[in-house]
Structure formats: C-alpha cells, structure tokens
C-alpha cells in the first residue's frame, strides 16, 4: 500500500522485517514497537538496522533489474545453535515493509518479500545479516500452451502440411484492410475426403464474428463465419470451413480479419488490441509477480498504441513483451513492491507531481552526469506484416535532415533541434505486431523525443517525509547552483536508507525549448 502525503508529516516510517526460518517466524523493526493486526497486538524486536533497498526503473528500455535489499538484524535465540539442530539460514525467507507508527499492520508498505541470500552469522548476540532476493520470476510460462499443436492425435484428419504448428494466437485484427494476409488457417480436418474442410484461424474464442480467406494464390473467400469447438485433447479452437471446391492440397491458408479482432480482451469490449491491455496480458500470461493494479492503471495511456499480429510459435510470455512490444511503447517494466508493473514515460508533462527545492527540501548529492544513451534523429520504422509473403510491407521514416516530406519521410521539432545540434544518427525499428498508420506515427513520434538529446541525471538526498512519492513520478526541481529553474525530472531510482532517501534524478529532455534559449 502507498503513502499519501499527510501520512508523512509525523515521525519517518519505521521499517519492519519478518523473517521466517525452518517454519518459525522471527520479527524486527528500526525500533521495537507493537503493532496492530486487527485487534491482535505483534511485537517486534527493534534489532533492525543497516537497510538497504532501491527501486528502480530503466528509462526507454524494456529491461529491468528485480529489487534487492539487505539488512542486519540481531536475534534474541541462538541461531548458529538452531543452524546445527536443522534449521537452514540460506532456505529462509523474509518480507520487508514500511509502516507508520499508529496505523494497522495490513497498512503497512511491503517492499520486498523474497528469499534470504549470502546470509552471514556469528555466536549469540553477534548480528546476522543477509539480502532479500525477489521472487517475483519463480515460474516462466510460454505461449500457445504446449498441447495448443496441430497434431494426429487431436485432428486425425488434418492436412500433413499443417502438422507441428502451433494454434495461432490473434492480437487485435491483423490485415484488417483488404489486400493483406494476417494469419495462418491451417487445414486440420476433412483434408483426406472430399467434404468440406475446417480450417482453423486461432487457439482460442475471437472477437470477430466473421473472416475472410485468402490463398496462395490470391483467391479471396469473403465473410467466412467463425465456429468454435474442441480438439481431441479438448482446448478450444476457432475455425472457418473451406469447401472441398476451395481446397487445393498444394496451397497455404490464411486468414483476413476485416470484420473483428481476434483474441478477445478480457479487460474491456472487443478484442485485445490497445498497448496497455496488451500489456497486461501478457504480464498475466508470463506467470510473473504482477501488481495488476498498477498495471491496470496505466492501461488507458497507451491503449491509443493498437496492436495487430498474431503468435505463431511458442514463446516465453515475458521475453515477447520485451522484445516485441515494449520497445514499441513510451513504458518501461519495473519490479516494485507488489510485482512487475509498467510505467509511462510522460514525455509530454507539463506538470509536476512535487515541486523540490535544493538545499530547502532536497540536497544535492553528486554531480550532473551525461550518460551513455544512444541519440537517435533519423529513425525508420518497418511495419505491416504480410502472412502470404512472410514480409513487413510498409515503412515510414521521421528525420531532422533537410528532404522533401511526405507520407513516407517527415520531420518533428525535435528531430530537427537534433539534427541541427549532432547531425544524423540513424535507427531502424521492425515489427510485425504493427499494422496502422496512426500507430506507426505514435511509435515514431515519442522515439524521437525520447532519442533527440544526450540523457542527464542527477542524485538528491531527501527526507522519508517524501516518501510518497515514488518511481516514474515527474517531479520539478529548482537548484539556483545548477541553474535549474523549475526543471522537470523523472525520478528513476529510490534507494531508502534508514533515515533518509536517495533520489536518481533523470532530466526530461525537451530539445527545441533548449535550443530556442540558446
């Protein structure tokens, strides 16, 4: 649970650690204090100290680091006793959380649980110390599940050119135009008869009540109606009928989504198709530690990002997220308390969440650092994947170079202060998840924002009175040293202390206005 900022003009949080090894369970805090749980009273051992923990996020990019701490604690038993009676130190684990004097033991903020690591100890009365590892990717799962497989033993009938492959999952409506072919449909009963054929189009229920199909050979079979049955090992599958006539044994199949989606979006009408939904998808589907409701909460920001491809091969859910899609997004994953959850690089802030002062509210703690961030000013996106020829079709480019602009090439402000200042550095971006032209210019507009310039960052120290405000937050700051006049910043990291808090500071990178005061 957060802190509100009321909540934080007493006495700083106090930490609380419980640590629960061979089955019994030992608690301490940064002081000794009786907490409430419900109308139950809990002591805590005020042994605790040496806390250390961050959190943090990695800004434009779609890796992340999971969260850590390590403490020192003082056991009032024998511990080095209990190790030598069976009791195992490295097979512990251990929850660490913040909480307000006064409030219930529910109220209090978890930061970490996870297991106990490089644990350290001594004789009675020495301190134990040791780091909390998060657990947040215990399972991994990959998708389609792994029966979800065009085989003999489900469709006794199937075409043998279909055999192997995975049932196909379908993000948002891909082909949704006509002359395009969005996704496989795969032969997998009647191929041996001269009866009509089912053709299925995806692993699952669909959105679309209606799909056409297209051939090898550029045959277009309209408004085929979807139906939905069980294979032999009973999942659900969608499927089209191909008649006899339409069937040709030497020709592959694919399916035209003009008349709906596909996947149907569990968090809202229609089919799966928005970045934010997507998102939280595929965090639900990876088997990770997910805070939902964080997620959920930022859906909405980059639901206008919509989607359209299809999952054809099994893959791990997490590593298709951060290979395919985020790199796509203005979001970044970061692992908090609660779990993994996204958060939106508000690029296009214009007001801050708290407004800091240096040497008033915060204190400098180290120097402004340029870091090594790729510039990028000319920044090309290939996109529109055609099924039949396994190839993207389309492609836009925006670039700060003086050229002649059209719907292909096309210039921003912010390319252009780019240019101007570093010449041209060019990217490439792909994606076969990418079908719309509002979206590709959406991608390629917050890229170049977020590539224009050079990166700055920089630390403050703070007191827990702001501990409210957390990672991802935009906040402003005036530092007469550093001629920052109401700056805007992303805080990056939190790293706690015992009595005070670290903030990693990243300067929102606004080119054209920098250049304009030059």
Not at 87 to 94: F, G, N, P
Not at 363 to 373: H, I, K, N, P, T
């Given at each position: 649970m957060a802190f509100v900022e009321s909540q934080l003009r007493g006495e700083p949080p106090i930490w609380l650690l419980e640590v629960t090894i061979g089955g019994h369970p030992y608690r301490f805090a940064s002081r000794a204090v009786t907490v409430i749980d419900g109308a139950t009273p809990i002591e805590f051992l005020g042994t605790l100290s040496n806390v250390d923990y961050g959190s943090a996020f990695t800004f434009a990019s779609a890796d992340f680091d999971l969260p850590a701490a390590s403490v020192e604690v003082t056991f009032k038993d024998d511990i080095a006793r209990?190790?030598?009676?069976?009791?195992?130190?490295?097979?512990?684990?251990?929850?660490?959380?913040?909480?307000?004097?006064?409030?219930?033991?529910?109220d209090r903020r978890v930061v970490i649980s996870g297991a106990v690591s490089i644990p350290s100890y001594g004789a009675l009365g020495e301190p134990v110390s040791f780091d909390i590892e998060s657990d947040f990717l215990k399972q991994g799962r990959q998708i389609p599940a792994a029966d979800h497989l065009c085989a003999l033993s489900s469709f006794p009938d199937l075409d043998p050119n279909t055999e192997g492959r995975s049932y196909p999952i379908i993000i948002g409506a891909p082909a949704f135009t006509a002359g395009g072919a969005g996704s496989p449909a795969y032969i997998v009963d009647g191929a041996s008869h001269?009866?009509?054929?089912?053709?299925?189009?995806?692993?699952?229920?669909?959105?679309?009540l209606t799909v056409d199909i297209v051939d090898s050979v550029g045959n277009v079979y309209a408004g085929k109606a979807v139906f939905s049955d069980l294979d032999g090992n009973g999942n659900i599958y969608s499927y089209v009928i191909v008649t006899n006539a339409q069937y040709d044994a030497t020709r592959s199949y694919f399916a035209r989504w003009i008349n709906g989606g596909g996947l149907v979006n569990p968090y809202g009408p229609g089919a799966l198709t928005g970045g934010g939904d997507l998102v939280r998808w595929l965090l639900r589907e990876s088997g990770a530690t997910i805070s939902d409701g964080k997620a959920a909460a930022v859906a909405s920001a980059l639901n206008p990002y919509i989607f359209d491809g299809y999952i054809g091969e099994r893959?791990?859910?997490?590593?298709?997220?951060?290979?395919?899609?985020?790199?796509?997004?203005?979001?970044?994953?970061?692992?908090?308390?609660?779990?993994?959850?996204?958060?939106v690089w508000r690029y296009d802030a214009t007001e801050a969440r708290a407004q800091l002062t240096a040497d008033l509210d915060i204190?400098?703690?180290?120097?402004?650092?340029?870091?090594?961030?790729k510039i990028e000013n000319e920044i090309t996106l290939t996109y529109k994947y055609n099924c039949r020829y396994d190839e993207l079709r389309r492609r836009t480019t925006v670039t700060g170079a003086p050229a002649k602009t059209s719907d292909l090439l096309w210039r921003n402000q912010y390319t252009s202060a780019s240019y101007t200042r570093y010449g041209t550095r060019a990217a490439n971006y792909e994606s076969g998840f990418i079908e719309r032209n509002a979206t590709a210019g959406r991608v390629l507009n917050w890229l170049s924002r977020a590539k224009a310039g050079a990166l700055r960052s920089i630390v403050y120290q703070a007191p827990t009175a702001y501990a409210w405000l957390d990672v991802g937050d935009v906040v402003s700051v005036s530092d007469h040293e550093l001629a920052f006049d109401n700056k805007l910043m992303i805080i990056r990291r939190i790293d706690w202390g015992e009595i005070d808090l670290s903030f990693d500071l990243l300067v929102i990178p606004d080119l054209p206005r920098e250049s304009m005061i030059l």
């Open positions: 209990r190790i030598e009676q069976g009791a195992d130190l490295a097979a512990a684990t251990a929850t660490l959380a913040l909480w307000i004097a006064g409030t219930q033991y529910a001269s009866g009509d054929k089912r053709a299925l189009i995806a692993g699952h229920i669909v959105a679309a893959v791990d859910a997490l590593q298709l997220l951060q290979d395919e899609i985020l790199p796509l997004l203005p979001a970044s994953l970061i692992a908090g308390d609660g779990g993994i959850y996204p958060i204190y400098r703690a180290g120097l402004v650092e340029y870091e090594q961030s």
